[in-house]
Structure formats: C-alpha cells, structure tokens
C-alpha cells in the first residue's frame, strides 16, 4: 500500500511541528503543467498557447483544464504555493465577475 505525503507545518498556537497530509504526488504530467504554468502565466494568448503545443503536445483548452484541476489538488499548493496563490486568487475574481 502507497502511503500519502505528509509536509510538517508549524502549530501557530504553540510552535511545535505538526504533519499535514498533501495528498497523493503529482505525476509527471502534472509537474509539467505546473513548470509551464510558470513559465507562461506573464505571456499573451497566441505565445502562450503555441508555448503549450510545443513543449506538451496538447491542446490548450486540455491544458487549461488539468491546470484549473491542480488549483484544488492540495500537493500542487504544496509544489508551488505561490504561483498557485495568484492562479486561485485570478479564477475567483473571474468567477465572481462572469458568475
């Protein structure tokens, strides 16, 4: 049996390390997604998409939804806790202006 991933954390109430689970690992796919998501997010659409057919061989609207997937997958919080900060913080103010 696989075990889960644990990342330890500091309890803010008294300092002492606490184990969170993050859930299972990426898988290699995932990771890329997360490395071109990083590599992309400042790029306009045309560069951006042509970027994403090249280096992943997909489709960018594939692309888009494994990336939107990750943003409630806690080990990619735990892989890149700021990129998928801005990526959570920019799909809830489109959520809330378009919803």
Do not use: C
């Not at 184990?19 to 951006?48: D, F, H, K, W, Y």
């Not at 970027?51 to 609207?61: A, F, G, K, N, W």
Request: hydrophobic share 30%.
């Amino acid at each position: 049996m696989k075990e889960t991933p644990v990342a330890e954390h500091t309890d803010p109430s008294n300092g002492e390390p606490q184990q969170a689970r993050v859930g299972p690992p990426l898988t290699e796919l995932e990771r890329s997604v997360l490395e071109i998501a990083e590599l992309t997010t400042p790029m306009r659409p045309g560069p951006r998409e042509r970027h994403i057919r090249e280096q992943l061989d997909m489709s960018p609207t594939r692309y888009f939804q494994l990336l939107n997937a990750l943003l409630d997958k806690p080990a990619a919080r735990e892989a890149k806790p700021v990129l998928m900060r801005i990526l959570a913080e920019r799909r809830q103010r489109n959520r809330d202006r378009y919803w």
